[in-house]
């Protein structure tokens, strides 16, 4: 079932059935009916086309957020190299980025967005943007999935089809924990290791540690509805790279700013961030090549974080910002940035704040038998953060 047929009354909604109704008219016709109805293995690798055949509210939310935006841009000049920019696999991400960037401006303030620049000139910025009668380069750059990130993924897989079987034979709703030391580590080793406490288990809390990774199981109450619930995460610390190749982003959006022959000498970025990313230690390391006298390409740094709210008191699409002027960027901004999202805004540093637990890529799942299809939520825990004591 695709993403507009799904809706819930239990709590408020940011968007009802009818809006999602006109918003999927409206993305069928701008995107293209022949984009959306295509078929094959495209529609399992494209992330919008991914979101339009999911039935569920983070779809719902996400893609009426999008249509919100397309509607509030549509009338400007190079819109149209945007949308075809998101109809491509490779660049869909970044391009929705760059659109939901764009209308935080607008929203704001009507006749914000000045231009999106057209042309494939990689060394140009995204768009002009009006700052209090300034015209200034806006240049938009999404933190996607990383090396390290992408070698810790196939790792966890691996290890979880090393070990369904194993864990499948577990009978008790139970959760298993294992906690990689090194995000690279052996697959083959670890599954031996997991295997082994899987057998070990008898109902009781049990951890096994060692210079490899360690593995925790423990039981836990079954949802309603639900018979032989098991929960299953790999879960490794996040290398401080994750944090540092910001830096790479900010170098070239610093020149790209400044590279426009006729215009502002300096520009904002818009930095779209993961969950493996820490807003304050990103602020921290900009602001450390800043004080070196770098940088001065950027009059301000936005930080982006989007969410899904899908518990109470209203399901909403939620926008963790936070903007940092540079004073000493070749052109300071000499007045406030308005900035206005769809939904609900958070200060993502306030949210987010520096954590006494370690930031950690992860892979989870959740299975379970169902046994009352009328009561039946395959809840996943939201793990993110690690302690010291989980990598002891």
């Known amino acids: 079932m695709p993403w507009y047929d799904w809706y819930q009354t239990d709590l408020p909604c940011q ?27 495209i529609r399992t690798t494209h992330p919008l086309l991914k979101e339009w055949d999911t039935n569920g509210g983070n779809a ?12 509030l841009l549509c009338d400007k000049p190079g819109i149209d190299k945007v949308l075809t920019d998101i109809r491509e696999e490779q660049l869909c991400l ?8 764009a209308a935080l401006f607008e929203r704001a303030r009507r006749g914000s967005v000045v231009e999106f620049l057209e042309g494939g000139d990689a060394e140009r910025p995204d768009a002009i943007v009006d700052v209090a009668g300034s015209r200034l380069p806006l240049e938009a750059k999404l933190l996607t999935q990383s090396e390290d990130e992408e070698r810790f993924g196939h790792t966890a897989q691996l290890i979880d089809d090393g070990v369904s079987t194993s864990h499948a034979g577990l009978k008790l709703p139970t959760a298993l924990y294992v906690i990689l030391k090194q995000f690279d580590a052996s697959s083959a080793a670890v599954i031996g290791v997991v295997k082994e406490s899987i057998t070990d288990y008898r ?17 836990i109450d079954a949802p309603s509805g ?5 929960i299953f995460y790999v879960l490794t610390p996040v290398p401080d790279s994750e944090n540092i190749r910001v830096l790479g982003r900010a170098k070239k959006a610093s020149n790209q700013l400044r590279s426009l022959v006729s215009g502002a000498l300096s520009g904002i970025l818009s ?7 820490d807003g304050a230690a ?13 940088f001065r390409g950027i009059s301000g740094v936005l930080l982006v974080k989007r969410r899904t709210q899908l518990g109470p008191p209203q399901r909403v699409n939620v926008d963790l910002l936070e903007f ?29 704040p520096p954590v006494g637990g370690i930031r950690a890529y992860r892979f989870g799942s959740s299975t379970g038998r169902v046994i009352d299809p009328k009561a039946v939520v395959l809840p996943l825990p939201d793990v993110r953060i690690l302690t010291s004591d989980d990598l002891q």
């Not at 006109?22 to 293995?41: H, M, S, V």
């Not at 970044?94 to 939901?100: D, E, F, V």
């Open 15 to 41: 968007y009802s059935q009818a809006e999602a109704a006109k918003a999927r008219e409206y993305l069928q016709t701008i995107l293209g009916p022949e984009f959306i109805a295509q078929q094959g293995a």
């Open 60 to 71: 719902f939310l996400q893609l009426n957020g999008l249509a919100d935006d397309v509607t």
């Open 94 to 101: 970044p391009s929705w980025h760059l659109l939901h960037t």
């Open 203 to 219: 109902g009781i809390s049990l951890s096994r540690r060692c210079n490899l990774c360690n593995v925790f199981l423990s039981p």
């Open 226 to 230: 639900l018979a032989d619930f098991r």
């Open 271 to 277: 930095i779209g961030l993961n969950d493996n990313q």
């Open 282 to 294: 990103v602020f921290d390391r900009i602001a450390d090549r800043i004080r070196a006298g770098r």
């Open 324 to 352: 940092r002027s540079n004073s000493s960027a070749d052109q300071p901004l000499d007045s406030s940035v308005p900035l206005r999202p769809a939904g609900a805004a958070r200060l993502l540093t306030r949210v987010e």
